[in-house]
């Protein structure tokens, strides 16, 4: 079973302070990761992926994620926050891109001007 | 390319009604899923289709929940005699599969049903 767990459910920064939002992963073969974003009465839409090519990974936005297979981790950072990064994360895992995604429990980011 | 649509936005109805939700995907897409997203929780996968095939269900999908898709195109979610503790978000994603040289592993979400039972 594959499984996903998010530290935080709450991120406060500062805008041009770096972002740093936190996921672990558990999964019985390699997995495929992915980082999702919500904006309030939105769908998600996704940041970026990890499908077993690079192990860092940049996505929209100015977003980047590393996957780190010896700690099992798949963190998202941004090096400078911007007011218009506030929204609620999600970090996903699946077998491959195409099955069923298992998300976190997501973490919401907040801005502070 | 009008990206995925889900209908109503919004329903809200009486415990023990039955309800419907309909999702369109990006045509072309082969794969169709529906997730539910609880308040403060990430998504849930509810259940998927490869064309008109139904490949899983969740053990969340209880027997007062059905989901077809005649033809392979849009989607329906059907709930029975709702309960309060159907409230939530229902979101439909699709993707290709690869077909037609497109990313086959972004899933495209609609903007969900949001379904309050009182």
């Known amino acids: 079973a594959q499984s996903v767990t998010q530290l935080g459910s709450h991120v406060s920064v500062s805008e041009g302070a770096l972002v740093l939002l936190r996921c672990n992963y558990s999964?019985?073969?390699?997995?495929?990761l992915f980082w999702y974003v919500q904006y309030p009465n939105q769908g998600l839409q996704l940041l970026l992926k990890y499908t077993s090519a690079a192990t860092l990974v940049k996505g929209i936005n100015g977003f980047e994620a590393e996957f780190k297979k010896s700690e099992t981790s798949f963190h998202l950072t941004k090096p400078s926050a911007h007011m218009s990064d506030a929204a609620e994360y999600f970090c996903a895992v699946s077998l491959s891109g195409n099955t069923p995604l298992v998300f976190g429990k997501g973490t919401r980011l907040s801005v502070i001007a | 390319d009008t990206g995925v649509s889900q209908d109503p936005r919004h329903k809200i109805t009486k415990r023990g009604q039955n309800v419907t939700f309909r999702c369109d995907p990006i045509?072309?897409?082969?794969?169709l899923y529906w997730y539910r997203q609880t308040l403060g929780q990430g998504p849930e996968f509810l259940t998927y289709f490869q064309n008109e095939a139904q490949l899983e269900k969740s053990r969340l999908l209880s027997d007062r929940f059905s989901a077809e898709r005649p033809k392979g195109s849009f989607s329906t979610l059907e709930i029975q005699r709702t309960e309060q503790g159907d409230s939530a978000m229902y979101l439909c994603?699709?993707?290709?599969?690869?077909?037609?040289?497109?990313?086959?592993?972004?899933?495209?979400f609609g903007p969900g049903t949001r379904l309050t039972v009182t």
């Open positions: 994603a699709s993707s290709s599969g690869g077909a037609s040289g497109t990313d086959p592993y972004e899933q495209y």
């Open positions: 999964s019985s073969v390699p997995p495929y």
């Open positions: 045509s072309e897409h082969n794969r």
